[in-house]
Nanobody
Framework: QVQLVESGGGLVQAGGSLRLSCAAS????????MGWFRQAPGKEREFVAA????????YYADSEKGRFAISRDNAKNTVYLQMNSLKPEDTAVYYC????????????????????WGQGTQVTVSS
């Protein structure tokens, strides 16, 4: 069982930055692939970014490439999402997720492969 707790959300103006953190309770955190997803009101939950167990491989949604950066610190059982150049359309609840079911690189992009989820943190970007 893995418990995930996100933090770092808030209200920011367009063009600003935020760094989200996700603290995991797993004893073997380093064995989990980690992902960030987001869900805006009235929309489906969508993939934002993911990172493999060691941090050597990262994956991004096309709209986030160059603006967002995912990283992890296995010694601290924490994964981060640095978000720069934020836009109003980035407004959503951001969720951290953990997976030990990744089959290939395509798996990182699908929420179906993630078994554990945090409660989410609200990010609001004002124009």
């Amino acid at each position: 069982q893995v418990q995930l707790v996100e933090s770092g959300g808030g209200l920011v103006q367009a063009g600003g930055s935020l760094r989200l953190s996700c603290a995991a309770s797993a004893r073997t955190f380093e064995s989990y692939a980690m992902g960030w997803f987001r869900q805006a009101p009235g929309k489906e939950r969508e993939f934002v970014a993911a990172i493999n167990w060691s941090g050597s491989s990262t994956y991004y949604a096309d709209s986030e490439k160059g603006r967002f950066a995912i990283s992890r610190d296995n010694a601290k059982n924490t994964v981060y999402l640095q978000m720069n150049s934020l836009k109003p359309e980035d407004t959503a609840v951001y969720y951290c997720a953990a997976s030990r079911r990744i089959l290939n690189s395509s798996s990182y992009y699908s929420l179906l492969y993630y078994s554990y989820w945090g409660q989410g943190t609200q990010v609001t970007v004002s124009s």
